[in-house]
């Protein structure tokens, strides 16, 4: 009989900590936290942290990974809301609405000063230059994806940029990283690695084609998100292929009754949409199989079924 795994205990374990961790005196900081990091979410960073150490046998340090992957996560979600313009996070007006640009700004800077303090609990110079690098990785992802919008060079290459940037670099900092503080080299930190990479580009290339062809209801906001800021997904990208208009529905960042609608009806009526999930699916496959040298163990398996559940996720 296989044991069960511990992963509930494990993330009920970082929620607490979670809490106590971003734990402030100052209301407004509080309040922001209360609506964004204690709130809970998918908490899809921390569950590859636990699964990847799992698979791996177990390594030290792995809670103080887990929330220091979400509170880079998270810090993210308050800067980017707020370069964005986003209406909306999770279902609930984005902080820098309710709070105002600085307040919003300045407790993403919280969360970073927790992040540092995490980190260095574990006393490992090699993690401290993984979410460094990782940081940095990040930020580029980010400017780079203003800057293909701006000067509208869309392209496929710029896309595969931009998703392993701004997604995938974090996501493989989550599963590499407790190879990184078991001291283990080779295959199966690699293994991890490149899991990590895949798995987080198939999830950034699920999360753009919802925006486009998913339900408000189920997204908790509206969509369309991506054409307003005019921002390439590879939906558009391949629609733009076919269909010269779509460049001008993106360059007046679908400004006009029904251009959000046109996109949607070509996307289903070219098999483009159907294109996308294929190619989503494929890459989700890769993912599983970067595990293969791992050992078998139900945490390896777990993994796998998170990175192919993104060939059906809706929200």
Do not use: C
Not at 15 to 23: F, Q
Not at 110 to 128: D, N, P, Y
Not at 237 to 245: A, N, Q, S, V
């Amino acid at each position: 009989m296989v044991k069960p795994l511990p992963l509930e205990a494990k993330l009920a374990a970082f929620e607490e900590a979670l809490s106590e961790l971003v734990r402030s005196e100052v209301l407004f900081v509080r309040l922001i936290h209360q609506d964004l990091v204690t709130a809970g979410g998918k908490r899809i960073r921390p569950r590859l942290v636990f699964l990847a150490s799992g698979a791996v046998g177990g390594a030290p340090f792995e809670l103080e990974l887990a929330l220091a992957v979400e509170l880079l996560h998270s810090a993210t979600l308050l800067h980017d809301d707020l370069i964005d313009e986003a209406e909306l996070r999770r279902g609930k007006e984005a902080a820098y609405r309710r709070y105002g640009n600085a307040v919003s700004v300045l407790s993403g800077d919280f969360l970073l000063s927790r992040l540092l303090h995490v980190v260095a609990k574990t006393g490992s110079l090699e993690l401290v230059e993984a979410f460094a690098e990782t940081a940095r990785v990040l930020a580029e992802g980010e400017v780079l994806q203003f800057q293909v919008a701006a000067l509208e060079d869309y392209s496929l290459e710029n896309y595969e940029r931009i998703i392993t940037a701004k997604t995938a670099a974090l996501m493989a900092l989550a599963t590499e990283g407790p190879a990184l503080l078991k001291g283990l080299k080779g295959a199966w930190r690699e293994a991890l690695r490149r899991f990590g990479l895949l798995y987080g580009q198939a999830f950034q290339m699920r999360d753009d084609y919802l925006d486009l062809m998913g339900s408000p209801e189920a997204l908790g906001k509206p969509v369309g998100g991506d054409v307003r800021e005019g921002k390439a997904t590879l939906l558009t990208l391949l629609l733009m292929e076919r269909f010269p208009e779509v460049r001008a529905i993106l360059k007046r960042r679908g400004g006009e009754a029904g251009d959000l609608e046109r996109l949607r009806a070509l996307a289903r009526e070219s098999g483009v949409a159907e294109e996308v999930e294929a190619r989503i699916r494929e890459r989700a496959l890769l993912a599983a199989e970067a595990l293969d040298p791992l050992p078998d163990s139900p945490y390896k398996e777990a993994l796998k079924d998170l990175a192919l559940a993104e060939g059906k996720r809706l929200a």
